[in-house]
Nanobody, 125 residues
Framework: QVQLVESGGGLVQAGGSLRLSCAAS????????MGWFRQAPGAEREFVAA????????GYADSVKGRFTISRDNAKNTVYLQLNSLKPEDTAVYYC??????????????????WGQGTQVTVSS
């Protein structure tokens, strides 16, 4: 069992930055692929970024590539998402997720086993 708690969301102006954190409790954090997803009001949940077990990044959504950076610290059981050059369309609730058998399906939310409660990111124009 893994519990995930996100933090770091908030209100920021367009062009600004935020750093989201996701703290994991439970065993074997380093065995999980970690992903970030987001869901805007009235929209479906979408993949944002994922990082492999040892910290090698796997991939990003095209919409955030070059602006967002995912990283993890296995010693601290924490995964991060650095959000730069934020745009109003980045406004959403951001969720972190942990997947054990995720592998190449890292963009599919149903392949993740555990989810956090989400943190709100609001970007004003």
């Amino acid at each position: 069992q893994v519990q995930l708690v996100e933090s770091g969301g908030g209100l920021v102006q367009a062009g600004g930055s935020l750093r989201l954190s996701c703290a994991a409790s439970g065993r074997s954090f380093s065995l999980y692929t970690m992903g970030w997803f987001r869901q805007a009001p009235g929209a479906e949940r979408e993949f944002v970024a994922a990082v492999g077990r040892s910290g090698g990044s796997i991939g990003y959504a095209d919409s955030v590539k070059g602006r967002f950076t995912i990283s993890r610290d296995n010693a601290k059981n924490t995964v991060y998402l650095q959000l730069n050059s934020l745009k109003p369309e980045d406004t959403a609730v951001y969720y972190c997720a942990a997947g054990y058998w995720t592998a190449s399906d890292y963009q599919r939310g149903e392949k993740y086993d555990y989810w956090g409660q989400g943190t709100q990111v609001t970007v004003s124009s």
